[in-house]
Every structure is written in structure tokens, then in C-alpha cells.
T-cell receptor, first 111, second 111 residues
């Protein structure tokens, strides 16, 4: 069984640019979760998508957004990048209460 | 929203020593509890989980955790660690439609 796949694995952007990160969940999982893992801050919940709808959102500004497609894959968009957006962005998928399977993440560096 | 506290962010111990990592959470509703592990260069993996029933939960690689409801705690233990247990350990609490993580414990086991 293929795991959660994320692309790209690494990305370097400059301040003010926009970025799109992609995630494919495990087959059969309808929920996709996005987390930001910044140095020293642990994992911060960003967004939860289920059945194509945004179900919950963490304490992040509106320039963090995303969507889920009919095949349950998901995109995370970050507009107007700031230096502090540099982090590992993790995607997870789930079929049950908190039984998340994580991808390897996208390492975003903003310069 | 729930919050998770992990103490002793950096732990260094010798092989065969016992390990205990503390986790306390704050949330008034029903929770599901998890410990995840992130080995160097690898993605997050589920170590063990508690949904209900026996509050002493056994996970992979000899780890166990005890849920003490009155103390809002879910501490992780391993009687005898190995060098391969060097990793970052995250406690997580699922409630209110989100999985909240603690800031993690960086554990280094010296051969």
C-alpha cells in the first residue's frame, strides 16, 4: 500500500512569492490534514479537509489556504510568503479518529 | 481548543537505561491519545494510541504508555532503551476535530 505522498520534497522561495504544496492520501482515506513543523515549535495544525470540504482550521492567517480534490488529494497554498513561513509542511491522511499516517513532508525555505 | 505539554525537551541517556517522557493535556471532552516518533531523517510514525479500555497501552518496539484520566496525563515509558531509540517523540491529543501535538522530546541514546 502506498503511503501518503507529498511533493515537492524541497522548495526555496523568496519573500512575497506564492507556493503550492501537494499531498496524495492513502487510498481509501477521505481526510487530509496539513501541519507546519517549524524549528522549536513542534507541529502546528493548519487545515483539515474531508470529502472536499474544509472542516477545521488552525490559528494561521488567511494567506494559508488549500483545497481537496474529488480524488481526495489536496493542495496547500501560501501567499505572500514571509521568512517565518520557513518550515517542514506535513500532510497526513486518516480514516479514523486521529489515526493519522504522515507523509515525509515538504521542506520550504523562504529567503 | 486542547493543548499538550511535554517536559524535558532534551533527554540524553545511556543504552539499557529506562526512559519516561511526560505528557499532560488540557481538554474537557473525550480524547484519543497518541505518541508519535520521528527517527532521524524519517517521517512521523505512530508509536501507540489510546482510545478506550485498559489505560496501559503497549506499542511497538517495547514502548508503553499509561493514561491517567485524573491527572490528564499520558506518559510514555520504555524499561531499557537502545541506541536505535534515538529520535524525537511527540505526544498528541485528538479532540475537537483536530490532532494537537506537544513540542516534542528529543531523545539521544548513547551507546
Amino acid at each position: 500500500e502506498a503511503g501518503v505522498t507529498q511533493s515537492p520534497t524541497h522548495l526555496i522561495k523568496t519573500r512575497g512569492q506564492q507556493v503550492t504544496l501537494r499531498c496524495s492520501p492513502i487510498s481509501g482515506h477521505t481526510s487530509v490534514y496539513w501541519y507546519q513543523q517549524a524549528l522549536g515549535l513542534g507541529l502546528q495544525f493548519l487545515l483539515w479537509y474531508d470529502e472536499g470540504e474544509e472542516r477545521n482550521r488552525g490559528n494561521f492567517p488567511p494567506r494559508f489556504s488549500g483545497r481537496q480534490f474529488p480524488n481526495y488529494s489536496s493542495e496547500l497554498n501560501v501567499n505572500a510568503l514571509e521568512l517565518e513561513d520557513s518550515a517542514l509542511y506535513l500532510c497526513a491522511s486518516s480514516f479514523s479518529r486521529g489515526g493519522y499516517t504522515f507523509g515525509s513532508g515538504t521542506r520550504l525555505t523562504v529567503v | 481548543a486542547q493543548s499538550v505539554s511535554q517536559h524535558n525537551h532534551h533527554v540524553i541517556l545511556s543504552e539499557a537505561a529506562s526512559l519516561e517522557l511526560g505528557c499532560n493535556y488540557s481538554y474537557g471532552g473525550t480524547v484519543n491519545l497518541f505518541w508519535y516518533v520521528q527517527y532521524p531523517g524519517q517521517h512521523l510514525q505512530l508509536l501507540l494510541k489510546y482510545f478506550s479500555g485498559d489505560p496501559l497501552v503497549k506499542g511497538i518496539k517495547g514502548f508503553e504508555a499509561e493514561f491517567i484520566k485524573s491527572k490528564f496525563s499520558f506518559n510514555l515509558r520504555k524499561p531499557s532503551v537502545q541506541w536505535s531509540d534515538t529520535a524525537e517523540y511527540f505526544c498528541a491529543v485528538h479532540g475537537n476535530n483536530r490532532l494537537a501535538f506537544g513540542k516534542g522530546n528529543q531523545v539521544v541514546v548513547i551507546p
